[in-house]
């Protein structure tokens, strides 16, 4: 008999799965704050916007509160040189920060083909021949090194013509480390570095090692994670969580695909299908496998009552995948930094207000660092409202709002924030 769940029982499973059901900790996170977390999702992406805050420093802020964004950086990337026994960085959930007992599990994305890393070497090769040997023997000679600490090797003739976006050195060092020829950390202000993945990961390089996972075997523990990390989803759901290709494709046509992946964890007794009011496609429930729970494994669990509070960063991953936070938060929404301006609706880094199971709010923010405030550009209520829910007055809105953006104030160490008067918000938070 399929499970029948609820559309609010589906999403305060969700939000537990996610560590967003229940109130921040009061105590100041820790370096095994971050590790739970990390293991727990699997995945922690990367952005360059800084408009607010580095995308990776917002999700843990958002479940654990205030915390050191350095003490983060020190846990993802290690040492002076780069170098974490915790974690490494490679294409995730696009760029991302992953536990390194996962590495052996991207292995065959390094190594698998893509008419991306084909081009690319074809270009190389035409354009500047033995560019790529030249950066990898450097890298793995001097490393860590930066791109502009390389570019001696190609510099700069004339306009820079199809590379003219990042250069000839970059290319090379992004080909060398989407293929796991070489590995990437962070160095100051966020600037990539490269290194040999013998002395970033204690691995040889993806092109000589046998240290990875077989491609189908990887991409089921992966779609693994992703049932535990989101306690339950629709199989399209779980496969946008480590970007996996729901069906085989003209791209990878030996691919198992999502229902292969689903019917596998139904069978190790990992998962169920279940259908959730108001869902089309069947879902998918973590449940306890008993003696045969594989280690990382978490069965889902409904708290009953959802009480966390929470700003969402847009690269959180409650917001990656709009068909789902549409279909059970009812919210439409995207990233508005790449609309042109007079085009915008919510603002250019506009984001959500968790409230209990549900969103209720947008906010458009930006951190003024020289005048020392958290800059509100807009403020909204939530147009949309989640299956099942009541609307939450206006008055609540406006009270949870104060006490993220004073929260948030007091993390990034500015001095205050003022309200812009656009949004229908904005009028009861200016008037605090």
């Not at 479940?63 to 040189?81: H, K």
């Not at 199971?357 to 660092?369: G, S």
Request: charged letters at 25%; glycine letters at 8%; hydrophobic letters at 45%.
């Amino acid at each position: 008999m399929t499970l029948q769940l609820g559309a609010a029982q589906a999403r305060r499973i969700f939000l537990d799965a996610q560590s967003l059901a229940r109130s921040r900790p009061a105590r100041r996170a820790r370096a095994a704050d971050f590790d739970t977390y990390l293991r727990r999702q699997g995945v922690l992406q990367l952005d360059t916007v800084n408009v607010l805050a580095r995308a990776h420093y917002l999700p843990l802020y958002s479940r654990l509160g205030p915390y050191t964004p350095a003490d983060l950086d020190s846990f993802l990337w290690g040492d002076e040189r780069g170098h974490s026994e915790h974690a490494f960085e490679h294409w995730g959930h696009e760029a991302s920060v992953m536990p390194r007992e996962l590495l052996p599990m991207l292995h065959h994305r390094m190594v698998g083909a893509s008419n991306w890393k084909a081009r690319t070497v074809a270009q190389l090769e035409a354009e500047r021949p033995g560019l790529l040997a030249a950066v990898r023997a450097a890298v793995e000679r001097d490393g860590p090194l930066t791109a502009g600490q390389l570019e001696h090797l190609a510099p700069a003739v004339g306009p820079r013509g199809s590379w003219w976006d990042h250069g000839h050195v970059k290319a090379a060092l992004e080909h060398l480390f989407i293929t796991g020829r070489v590995a990437a950390s962070r160095g100051r202000h966020f600037s990539r570095t490269y290194d040999s993945a013998a002395r970033a990961w204690g691995v040889e390089a993806a092109d000589a090692g046998v240290w990875g996972v077989p491609a189908g075997q990887a991409r089921q523990a992966l779609f693994d994670r992703a049932l535990s990390a989101t306690g339950v989803g629709t199989v399209r759901d779980l496969c946008d969580h480590f970007r996996l290709p729901y069906a085989p494709g003209s791209r990878a046509p030996d691919v198992a695909g999502g229902q292969a992946w689903a019917a596998s964890a139904v069978e190790r007794g990992l998962a169920e299908w279940a259908q959730v009011e108001g869902w089309e496609d069947p879902a998918l429930i973590a449940v306890d496998a008993g003696h045969s729970t594989p280690p990382g494994h978490r069965a889902a669990r409904d708290p009953g009552r959802a009480t966390g509070r929470a700003l969402l960063s847009p690269f959180d991953p409650v917001c990656w995948y709009r068909p789902r936070l549409l279909r059970m938060f009812g919210v439409d929404y995207r990233i508005e930094i790449y609309t042109p301006a007079h085009k915008r609706v919510f603002g250019y880094y506009s984001l959500p207000l968790l409230l209990g199971d549900r969103i209720v709010a947008r906010l458009d923010l930006k951190a003024d660092r020289k005048a020392r405030m958290l800059l509100v550009q807009a403020a909204w209520r939530e147009p949309g409202r989640a299956p099942g829910a009541r609307r939450v007055v206006p008055e609540t809105v406006a009270r949870a709002a104060m006490a993220e953006l004073d929260s948030m104030t007091a993390w990034l160490g500015l001095d205050g924030w003022s309200v812009a008067p656009r949004g229908d918000l904005a009028p009861a938070l200016a008037h605090r």
